[in-house]
């Protein structure tokens, strides 16, 4: 099977362009030893069968970033383990805007030695700019096939198609390899080809005031560009808590309701009724279902909402607006949307770092995420603060997400000196693309795409761990009951084990097993935090607004002043803390699993359950000290 | 002058960029090279400025719209 490259400058429309091609038939990884993803599809221009690789967008093959050296690796030959063999073609995407850094890429890529077809997007942006490029005379000026298309309506697909497989039959051999390091030596020849090129195609740059320049004079002045930039933070905030929640009850009653009723009667036929085997079904593989099923709105949305705003070009504008306020952190001005993001939900938050540039970026910001007190935490802190700060209950909860800002800018501040390290204090050039009315179809097809990749490589992990959960739930420790009974959690294998954890919480004044259990539950969803409180005191859960049953906070208050040694308040504030720092939950670490690779997801829940012990320690100790 | 002190509308032929080698060869390699005739068009909050380059559009921070320096072409 022949392999195909994409090649290009960022948001030139690769991607779309790539997602139009291989259409379902595409699967995301990481390169080899890194963070970086890219996306591998199947494609049959002319019946011929093509592996399609999109590759990080780049202005450049001298690489000043893991992103682009995967792109120079692949199309040098550089690559390892699945990028070892090098591509037979190149398609490199011509932004028709910005053809000067567009035939610069060109010229390297041709420069290592790799046959390309030219792309040309955006024709119709320069076309109402008066700009009008002809591709054949550019295709005699570079001496390669040049083809029109528009990837978000889908005009020039087959003259694109057919263009490949021509190239294809009729070159099978694979391409001799370049030196990338002669590049640099070669920067100012590529400069001056590139200025041959364009005056031979006769494009040249009128001076001209566009549509985007007059409602960017409006969008980027200093006192509307601010508030705006708020407002749209703001909408997404709104977008993924309080549209998503009716949608996501919606979702999952489907699953653990009628489709766990069907799977009952199902077993009962076939004469499983009641057994364990019904217990893990429903329990275990039903509930885990669930959970995956209910979080689709949640990302369709939060996808649907990002395309919306790369489609139209304003996200670009927010890396600009939010620059300054990122860069003390090191991070680029797009972070902002994720770490606000996480403050209603830390999933759609870590779906969100695809909008950075970098890898090493889209990693920081990820690892920063879980620390952003989702609204599933203030749940724990409703409750925590009325049965120990009734009268003070608002203030503590308000100082928790005073405390999660600190955290983050802390955690920040640690990442600047590693994972980002040097970010920050590079200058911030950023090319800003036309405004555009967003496509129906391409914003479609991106979202069914990006929501079936969470549902398969997400969804695993979570139905695995919700079944880990039930089997701790349903395996006795104590005599008289059976494997999937109703146990009670205190005579269950999850009692035992949140009965040996105990201690540990010991310097942290909640070593109490109903504490640890409720923080073992925690990290499946940290909305059951309570919820598993109320059942190991063998109580009803409290109502959404976290107000608790007068007997269960008497209890809760009596296990604390018991554990804490007389400083139940200080026990309080120190579960609040380890209950906003330590890991997120199940599918938060799954979706980062997904976007990272395990060695970065473990780090960061090693990282956060160790902040959060040790924070959890400093507070109570502080605490009862005064 | 530099990018940063000149008037919204005023073209500007490139001189030179006060930057590191890396961020200068970047800089070039996406077109803002000695030579290429330039405009802002945009001022925006913090110091930063929007610059046309021929079709393109590039949003600069305040320390890099400073540290590019031109010689005006024309009055805004």
């Known amino acids: 099977m022949a392999r195909v490259a994409l090649v290009g400058n960022p948001n030139v429309g690769k991607s779309t362009l790539f997602n139009l091609l291989t259409g379902a038939w595409q699967v995301t990884m990481n390169a080899p030893r890194t963070t970086v993803s ?103 000026a570079i001496d390669a096939p040049v083809v029109t298309v528009n990837p978000r309506g889908g005009q020039g697909i087959e003259v694109l198609a057919e263009t490949v497989a021509d190239y294809l039959m009729e070159h099978r051999q694979a391409p001799d390899g370049g030196n990338a390091e002669a590049l640099v030596d070669q920067a100012d020849q590529f400069f001056d080809w590139v200025a041959s090129i364009l005056d031979r195609a006769e494009i040249h740059h009128a001076e001209t005031v566009t549509a985007s320049d007059k409602a960017d004079r409006l969008l980027l002045r200093p006192w509307v560009g601010v508030p705006l930039f708020l407002a749209v933070l703001w909408a997404l905030f709104q977008l993924t808590t309080v549209v998503a929640a009716p949608l996501q009850d919606g979702f999952e009653w489907v699953i653990t309701g009628p489709v766990a009723d069907a799977a009952v009667w199902l077993l009962g036929r076939a004469g499983w009724a009641g057994g364990w085997l019904e217990s893990l079904v429903v329990d275990g593989v039903l509930a885990g279902a669930g959970v995956v099923v209910s979080f689709l709105p949640l990302m369709a949305i939060m996808f649907a909402a990002i395309a919306l705003l790369e489609d139209s070009g304003y996200m670009a504008r927010v890396a600009f607006v939010a620059d300054r306020l990122m860069r003390t952190i090191a991070l680029d001005g797009r972070a902002v949307l994720p770490l606000v993001i996480g403050f209603g939900c830390n999933l759609p938050a870590l779906a969100a770092t695809r909008t950075l540039p970098s890898a090493r970026q889209r990693l920081a910001v990820g690892l920063l995420i879980p620390y952003s007190s989702c609204t599933a935490r203030l749940v724990v802190y409703l409750f925590v603060a009325q049965v120990f700060f009734p009268r003070y209950a608002g203030t503590v909860v308000f100082a928790m997400y005073g405390v999660s800002v600190a955290v983050m800018v802390a955690a920040g501040l640690i990442l600047r000196g590693t994972t980002v390290r040097g970010a920050g204090s590079e200058p911030l050039v950023l090319a800003l693309p036309a405004y555009q009315v967003p496509r129906v179809r391409a914003l479609t097809r991106s979202i069914l795409l990006r929501c079936r990749g969470f549902a398969i490589h997400a969804g695993g992990l979570i139905v695995a761990l919700t079944m880990a959960v039930w089997l701790l739930m349903s395996v006795p420790v104590t005599s008289g009951y059976a494997l999937g009974e109703d146990i009670p959690a205190r005579d269950s294998l999850f009692g035992a084990t949140a009965q040996a954890l105990a201690p540990v919480f010991t310097p942290a004044g909640f070593g109490d097993w109903h504490a640890s259990a409720a923080l073992i539950t925690g990290f499946v969803a940290k909305e059951t935090v309570v919820a598993t409180i109320a059942t190991t005191y063998g109580m009803d859960a409290p109502d959404d607004a976290g107000a608790p049953p007068s007997d269960l906070g008497e209890q809760v208050r009596a296990s604390l002043l018991q554990s804490s040694g007389g400083s139940p308040g200080a026990a309080a504030l120190a579960f609040m803390v380890f209950s906003l720092v330590y890991t ?14 395990w060695r970065p997801t473990l780090a960061s829940v090693g990282a956060s359950v160790v902040a959060a012990w040790v924070l959890a320690v400093v507070v109570f100790q502080v605490g009862r000290a005064l | 002058m530099t990018i940063r002190d000149c008037p919204v509308g005023c073209p500007v032929r490139l001189d030179d960029a006060a930057l590191d080698d890396a961020a200068r060869l970047r800089m070039c390699e996406i077109g803002l090279r000695p030579g290429a005739v330039v405009r802002v068009v945009q001022c925006a909050a913090f110091g930063g400025r929007v610059i046309a380059c021929g079709h393109q559009r590039f949003a600069l921070d305040a320390a890099t719209a400073a540290a590019l320096r031109g010689t005006q072409l024309t009055a805004a």
């Open chain 1, 38 to 140: 890219l996306e591998i599809g199947q494609w049959q221009p002319g019946g011929l069968g093509v592996e399609l690789m999109d590759l990080p967008g780049t202005y450049s093959l001298i690489a000043q970033s893991p992103d682009e050296e995967v792109t120079r690796d692949v199309v040098a030959g550089l690559g390892t383990g699945i990028l070892a063999r090098r591509p037979d073609l190149a398609m490199v995407v011509l932004d028709a805007t910005a053809l000067s850094s567009s035939l610069y890429l060109l010229a390297q890529v041709r420069a290592l030695g790799m046959p390309a077809v030219a792309v040309v997007t955006m024709a119709d942006v320069a076309g109402a700019r008066g700009l009008a490029v002809d591709t054949a005379t550019l295709a005699a």
């Open chain 1, 584 to 597: 997120p939950c199940m599918v938060a670490v799954s979706e980062m699993r997904r976007l990272f690779g």
